[in-house]
């Protein structure tokens, strides 16, 4: 027994850029910060300036969009696997809180806003969803404001959709009824 765990122990000893098994495998279901929910389609290997590299081919179904992703770069760009469902349980319970709006000028609210939705972070989207929602009484949106709580009303939902196993409409459903008791 005490030969395993010697093993064991010296294994953990190996540098962080040595060629371990990547966490992420084909089929796997992850989010790219600025872009959301995608699937892996394959692992593949590609020449770039002479240099070979193993990238995930990543495929936005939504947006009929293609990434290519070097492995070696996936964690420092952001790259995650889904949410827990703990973290989904936060998400929707922070969208149960009181609107936080700071009273400074929307255009520094709007970039703080589009860094919570590109940050990947699945908290920090359902803030800008809570911030932004407005309920039947509340005056208009503008435009901009719309888009942006459409953005992140979207990205919320892809990955409540991803990890809870139904479809992007149900999921959409879910979180605005979440967003409907906490107004009333």
Known sequence: MDMTTAAATTKKKVPANSNKKPEFKSNDH????????????????????????????????????????????????????????DVVATALNTLKGRARVKRTMWSRRAQEYEAKINSGDLVSIAEVVRDLHRASGQPEQSYSERQLYEAALARMAREVAAVERIDEQAAIKRVETVLLKKAA
């Open 30 to 85: 992850v989010v790219y910060p600025t872009h959301g929910v995608g699937k892996i389609m394959r692992i593949e290997e590609q020449e770039v300036a002479g240099l070979k590299l193993e990238l995930f081919v990543i495929t936005f179904e939504k947006d009929k969009m293609t990434l290519r992703v070097p492995v070696a770069k996936a964690k420092s760009v952001g790259m995650r696997k889904l949410s827990s469902p």
